[in-house]
Every structure is written in structure tokens, then in C-alpha cells.
């Protein structure tokens, strides 16, 4: 059974930084992308990044080049998630997710590709 148990969230001010973390269990975790997608109280869940198995491409949304940056260590079974610049708008509750591809070549920023879930982190940016 995979898991994916996600952390590192908080109160942090505007400009200020956070290391996001995501650890996962069960499964083959290095053959697969991983995403980060975070949502806001009704609202649609919205890709952030993501990260190809290898850890050698990866991809972000608009709102997250140049501020964000996603990385990975397969050997530990993680994934990070590094926010630089925080805004106020980033708050949101933060998701890590599995492809649901084994091997995929790429990456996917579509939520219905991936088919694992952590229980999400929340990240407060006050201004």
C-alpha cells in the first residue's frame, strides 16, 4: 500500500521561505513522477509542480517558476518541495501525489494522473 505523508507546512510571512517534504512508503517510488498540487477552501485542487522519476525534468506552474523549486532523493523515498518569496496567495493547503504511470516519460501537471494522495500540509503567507 502506498503513502505518501507530507510536511514541513506553516505560518511564515510574506518573503519569507518554506521546505515542504513528502515521504513515501510501499511501492516502487523511484519510477515514478511526483507531483505538488495545493487547494484552497472551495476551490479546485491546482498543480504547482512536478518532477519526472529520474529527478532530471521537471515542470511548475506559472504561479511557481523562479519561486519554487521541486527536487527528489529515491534513494530516501522523498520528495521536497522548496517555496522562496512567499505570497500571501500561495496559502493554500499543499499536496504530494504519485503518477499513476509506472516509467512515464515526463511528467504530468493533470491532477487525474496521478492516484496516490498525502493528507496535504497547510501553508499560511501572512502579509
Known amino acids: 500500500q502506498v503513502q505518501l505523508v507530507e510536511s514541513g507546512g506553516g505560518l511564515v510571512q510574506a518573503g519569507g521561505s518554506l521546505r515542504l517534504s513528502c515521504a513515501a512508503s510501499?511501492?516502487?517510488?523511484?519510477?515514478?513522477?511526483m507531483g505538488w498540487f495545493r487547494q484552497v477552501p472551495g476551490k479546485e485542487r491546482d498543480f504547482v509542480a512536478t518532477?519526472?522519476?529520474?529527478?532530471?525534468?521537471?515542470n511548475y506552474a506559472d504561479s511557481a517558476k523562479g519561486r519554487f523549486t521541486i527536487s527528489r532523493d529515491n534513494a530516501k523515498k522523498m520528495v521536497y518541495l522548496q517555496m522562496t518569496s512567499l505570497k500571501p496567495e500561495d496559502t493554500a493547503v499543499y499536496f504530494c501525489a504519485r503518477d499513476r504511470i509506472m516509467g512515464r516519460l515526463g511528467y504530468s501537471a493533470v491532477k487525474e494522473d496521478y492516484n496516490y494522495w498525502g493528507q496535504g500540509t497547510q501553508v499560511t503567507v501572512s502579509s
Open positions: 510501499g511501492g516502487t517510488f523511484s519510477r515514478y513522477a
Open positions: 518532477i519526472d522519476w529520474s529527478g532530471g525534468r521537471s
